[in-house]
């Protein structure tokens, strides 16, 4: 695997980061995803009194999602630190409804240097989707 990333994502990530509203967990998290088109979306974690806040991944997808776009070719996620900060399960329930199988997801230290890459049979295997529901 390259270990090298895209500096303008580095950046768009860094950024993202830094705007986390995590006033409990103090566990700023930020999130880019890349739509079919090549449009980037960010999203940070944004927690609230009760506990129940939106993930960097959430809020990124939505984005998307409410731009109209419907596919993700790539997922990026930050943390605060050097230890990996992976989707926590609803989101990767959440990339896997707008993924395929050429969707990568990566994510990279607090510093933006890449830790690992997943494609969704890794992320979450024998998953669950909109193709389940058909009749």
């Known amino acids: 695997m390259n270990d090298s990333t895209n500096p303008a ?46 993930c960097a991944e959430a809020s990124a997808i939505a984005a998307m999602a409410s731009a109209g776009e419907r596919l993700l070719r790539e997922v990026w996620v930050i943390g605060p630190g050097r230890h990996l900060c992976t989707p926590c399960g609803d ?29 969704m049979d890794a992320l979450l295997p024998d998953s669950f989707g909109p193709e389940n529901l058909a009749s």
């Open 91 to 119: 989101c990767r329930q959440r990339i896997r409804e707008f993924a395929d199988k050429q969707t990568r997801i990566r994510v990279v230290d607090g510093q933006g240097r890449l830790l690992k890459e997943y494609d």
């Open 9 to 54: 994502i580095v950046a768009a990530l860094l950024a993202v980061r830094d705007r986390a509203y995590a006033p409990y967990s103090h566990h700023p998290v930020g999130a880019l995803v890349i739509s079919e088109s090549g449009t980037h979306y960010a999203g940070a974690n944004v927690e609230v009194a009760h506990y129940k806040g939106i």
